[in-house]
């Protein structure tokens, strides 16, 4: 067998690398691209070409911090825009509030004055309401005093016919008892009769007499 010779390495292993880094730092730049055009600003040309005489080139480090700082201020532009955006409607609404308020106030204005008529006119009332009341509360000062006493002689009849009702629940018990009472003798009495009525048709006639 003859030894095996070792296998060369790869002499574009670094082309390619190189290749990689640099397609994916192009993709960066797109991607940077994409965003100052989503933003409404321009955006920038990737040249490929070896005549660098009208170019400037950057070292892959601050390539990388222009990208970052390009991100960063975008991103800080939106933030601002989207602020801008809502002091703005934020003050719409405050000056919507504010003349919603205005509105509010002189409709407010408006009804103090009717209130104010309105209250005016309800002292007068109240003026001739009181005429009124006082005179109302001394006849009905007076008609009280007739109910009391009408009241107190109302009171008066009403125990003495509670004291008559008691009285007559009493005789009512006492007569029921007495009915009872004479219930119970009448009913002894029948008893009584209708024993000896037995008796009398059970004896044996002995005489012409028994016999009639």
Same mark, same amino acid.
């Given at each position: 067998m003859f030894p095996v010779a070792p296998k060369p390495q790869d002499s574009n292993q670094p082309s390619d690398r190189l290749m990689t880094e640099k397609q994916q730092e192009e993709a960066e730049?797109?991607?940077?691209?994409?965003?100052?055009?989503?933003?409404?600003?321009?955006?920038?040309?990737?040249?490929?070409?070896?005549?660098?005489?009208?170019?400037?080139?950057?070292?892959?480090? +601050? +390539?990388?911090?222009?990208?970052?700082?390009?991100?960063?201020?975008?991103?800080?532009?939106?933030?601002?825009?989207?602020?801008?955006?809502?002091?703005?409607?934020?003050?719409?609404?405050?000056?919507?509030?504010?003349?919603?308020?205005?509105?509010?106030?002189?409709?407010?204005?408006?009804?103090?004055?009717?209130l104010e008529q309105i209250m005016e006119s309800v002292k007068?009332?109240?003026?001739?309401?009181?005429?009124?009341?006082?005179?109302?509360?001394?006849?009905?000062?007076?008609?009280?005093?007739?109910?009391?006493?009408?009241?107190?002689?109302?009171q008066v009849k009403c125990q003495h016919y509670k004291k008559k009702r008691t009285e007559q629940q009493e005789t009512i018990a006492s007569l029921q008892m007495e009915v009872c009472r004479l219930k119970k003798e009448e009913e002894d009495r029948i008893v009584t009769q209708n024993r000896v009525f037995a008796y009398l048709c059970k004896r044996v006639p002995h005489t012409v007499l028994d016999r009639q």
């Open positions: 730049w797109e991607s940077i691209n994409v965003l100052l055009m989503m933003h409404g600003l321009k955006p920038l040309s990737l040249v490929k070409r070896t005549d660098l005489k009208d170019l400037i080139i950057f070292d892959k480090q +601050s +390539s990388q911090r222009m990208r970052q700082n390009l991100k960063l201020l975008v991103e800080e532009t939106s933030r601002q825009q989207n602020m801008i955006q809502e002091l703005i409607e934020t003050n719409q609404q405050l000056r919507n509030e504010l003349q919603l308020e205005q509105s509010r106030a002189a409709n407010q204005e408006q009804r103090a004055n009717d007068s009332k109240i003026g001739e309401l009181e005429d009124e009341s006082l005179s109302r509360a001394c006849h009905q000062q007076n008609k009280i005093k007739d109910l009391q006493k009408e009241q107190k002689t109302l």
